[in-house]
């Protein structure tokens, strides 16, 4: 029983001292009570309709307000002319990219996934290239669409010789449209009910 106190107390230490650290050393805007250590502020939404408990805290604490989503410190701009002027009028400031799953493991390259100077750079030359290209660009874009039209078709074909069944081509249509996209941005396609695409 000695032992678990102590814990107790160790653990409570420990949160008490990392929350007076970060209050006086994070200057971020205020945020609502009751964050807890590892689900932070995510016991406290409303799982159907967050944004009314993301409104009801911002009527509280103001327009901007700092919500822990888990362990991660969220900033919420509250109000429609408050996000007009970060993402219009200070889109130099508000424009990163937050760090996902998918940017580690495609190395942070490309047009989608990379981030800061990099990913502007890259977006500058596209945009130049695709003005200078425009025709065979569109061709390009056409002769893909056509080619990922093809296989499906032919995997729909297959999917009906082998079933009696209805055939749901919902996948199958989402699944074209994306190795379209992926062909452009990633620079490789997928076959035909991919695990890896999934």
């Not at 006086?24 to 009314?52: A, D, E, M, Q, Y």
């Not at 888990?70 to 937050?98: D, M, Q, Y």
């Not at 874009?141 to 209805?166: C, F, G, P």
């Amino acid at each position: 029983m000695l032992l678990f106190s102590l814990v107790v107390s160790l653990l409570f230490l420990i949160i008490l001292i990392n929350r007076l650290f970060h209050q006086h050393n994070n200057p971020l805007p205020p945020s609502p009570t009751g964050s807890l250590p590892i689900v932070g502020h995510l016991w406290k939404l409303n799982s159907r309709k967050p944004f009314l408990t993301v409104d009801s805290w911002s009527r509280k604490y103001g327009d901007i307000i700092t919500v822990n989503f888990g362990t991660t410190p969220v900033i919420i701009l509250s109000r429609e002319r408050l996000l007009r002027k970060a993402f219009l009028g200070e889109a130099e400031n508000f424009s990163g990219r937050p760090k996902l799953f998918v940017h580690e493991s495609c190395w942070g390259k490309g047009l989608i996934i990379s981030d800061g100077n990099e990913q502007k750079e890259l977006k500058k030359f596209l945009a130049t290239f695709l003005r200078a290209q425009k025709d065979s660009t569109s061709h390009g874009i056409q002769q893909a669409i056509d080619v990922e039209t093809r296989k499906m078709l032919s995997y729909i074909e297959e999917l009906r010789a082998s079933t009696d069944n209805h055939i749901n081509i919902e996948d199958v249509t989402l699944f074209v449209m994306g190795n379209v996209l992926t062909s452009f941005l990633l620079g490789r396609t997928y076959s035909h009910g991919s695990h890896e695409f999934k």
